[in-house]
């Protein structure tokens, strides 16, 4: 990922993209600057999406907010 300096993505309320962000979440891990992340609103969740962002805050050592309000894969993280 060449974006080494991204430290906020913000993609809440986003319904097209879906399963789309699994690979987005995946990639974002790679990021070492990210610090803020906002998937609120996300539907079309499912348990490769919980998969995703459990490797994502397990990679990641920079993250101080995930906010995952109102998103369906609230219901898939155990």
Known sequence: MRAKQLEII???DNKSMG???NTLIYNL?????IK???LSGMTGTDTD??????KLIKISGA????NLKNS?????LT
């Open 29 to 33: 891990a790679f990021s070492p600057k």
């Open 36 to 38: 803020h992340i906002d």
């Open 72 to 76: 369906s894969v609230m219901t898939q």
């Open 10 to 12: 913000k993609v809440a």
């Open 49 to 54: 999406t919980a998969e995703a962002l459990y």
């Open 63 to 66: 993250i101080e907010t995930l």
């Open 19 to 21: 399963k789309g962000v």
